[in-house]
């Protein structure tokens, strides 16, 4: 019985700790810059933009389907980063 309860205490502490880094990373911003770091994306853990930052230089210096894609670029790289970051938490979390 001992080796039961001493199981299922580790079980309860394995469980708090997942609950804890799952609210600490669903807490994180992720930012993908493109451009120099002219254009700036922020998503959130899902990966929904949340911000988008372009600087007017970029919006003078490229034409509507480059900046498209620099953007598209930023969003890429912030999407991958909160992916990455997912992957790295559901990988720490198994046993």
């Keep these: ?3 039961l309860m001493a199981r299922l205490d580790q079980i309860a502490s ?3 700790r997942a609950e804890e ?3 600490e990373w669903s807490a994180r911003q992720f930012v993908g810059r493109a451009d120099e770091g002219r254009i700036v994306a922020t998503t959130d853990a899902l990966g929904t ?3 988008l930052e372009i600087s007017p230089m970029s919006r003078k210096r490229l034409d509507a389907r ?5 953007i598209l670029a930023a969003v890429t790289k912030a999407e991958d980063a909160a992916a ?3 992957d790295e938490l559901m990988g720490g ?3």
């Excluded at 480059?66 to 620099?70: F, P, Q, S």
């Design 84 to 86: 990455a970051a997912k």
């Design 93 to 95: 979390l198994r046993p």
């Design 21 to 23: 880094k799952a609210a």
């Design 1 to 3: 019985m001992d080796e």
């Design 14 to 16: 394995a469980a708090r």
């Design 66 to 70: 480059r900046l498209a894609d620099e």
């Design 49 to 51: 933009l949340i911000g």
